[in-house]
T-cell receptor, first 113, second 112 residues
Framework: GESVGLHLPTLSVQEGDNSIINCAYSNSASDYFIWYKQESGKGPQFIIDIRSNMDKRQGQRVTVLLNKTVKHLSLQIAATQPGDSAVYFC????????????FGKGTKLSVKP | KAGVTQTPRYLIKTRGQQVTLSCSPI?????VSWYQQTPGQGLQFLFE???????NKGNFPGRFSGRQFSNSRSEMNVSTLELGDSALYLCASSIGTDSPLHFGNGTRLTVT
């Protein structure tokens, strides 16, 4: 069936380094992709999104890359800070309803001072 | 602008009881979705409401129900609680169906 998966369940980086969190998706009909950050005790927080007509989108210290050929999504965080420590989820949607939004299992990012 | 507000934050119930959770979306957001989050299953979609109508429903038993009011506020109800219903229940609102969801901090339900 359809699934959104993450290559690594945990990622540990040094403060100040760049982080890359990867995500594979399987539904070629998905045309909208979102990254969320979830800190302990809080709900997921929207970080950045990208539509299938784009390959790259940049935000503040974050960049999302979409490779439709291999159905791969990545989130790059520049100059990672301790406050970036959280679980990161990718999600894909083929449109029409939020019910079609599928979340990955998440990657836990730990930032070492 | 205030974010999504969920009440209560924590609930402890016993098996067989029922529970009602409340969600106030971001002002201007007409779409409200509910998710169940557990360590084993991750985020699972429960339902989506738009303009008081249930637009979509996830693969959960009929014990799980919801509704949306004319002011876009939403409630979900779980009847005949089971131990496996223990989870974080998240509400999210969005402007439309193809716009990003904005989540509240959830209601932590523990069933004993």
């Amino acid at each position: 069936g359809e699934s959104v998966g993450l290559h690594l369940p945990t990622l540990s980086v040094q403060e100040g380094d760049n982080s890359i969190i990867n995500c594979a998706y399987s539904n070629s009909a998905s045309d909208y992709f979102i990254w969320y950050k979830q800190e302990s005790g809080k709900g997921p927080q929207f970080i950045i999104d990208i539509r299938s007509n784009m390959d790259k989108r940049q935000g503040q210290r974050v960049t999302v890359l979409l490779n439709k050929t291999v159905k791969h999504l990545s989130l790059q965080i520049a100059a990672t800070q301790p406050g970036d420590s959280a679980v990161y989820f990718c999600a894909e949607n083929k449109g029409g309803s939020q019910g079609n939004l599928i979340f990955g299992k998440g990657t836990k990012l730990s930032v070492k001072p | 602008k205030a974010g999504v507000t969920q009440t209560p934050r924590y609930l402890i119930k016993t098996r067989g009881q029922q529970v009602t959770l409340s969600c106030s979306p971001i002002s201007g957001h007409r779409s409200v979705s509910w998710y169940q989050q557990t360590p084993g299953q991750g985020l699972q979609f429960l339902f989506e409401y738009f303009s008081e109508t249930q637009r979509n429903k996830g693969n959960f038993p009929g014990r799980f129900s919801g509704r949306q009011f004319s002011n876009s506020r939403s409630e979900m109800n779980v009847s005949t609680l089971e131990l496996g219903d223990s989870a974080l229940y998240l509400c999210a609102s969005s402007i439309g169906t193809d716009s990003p969801l904005h989540f509240g901090n959830g209601t932590r339900l523990t069933v004993t």
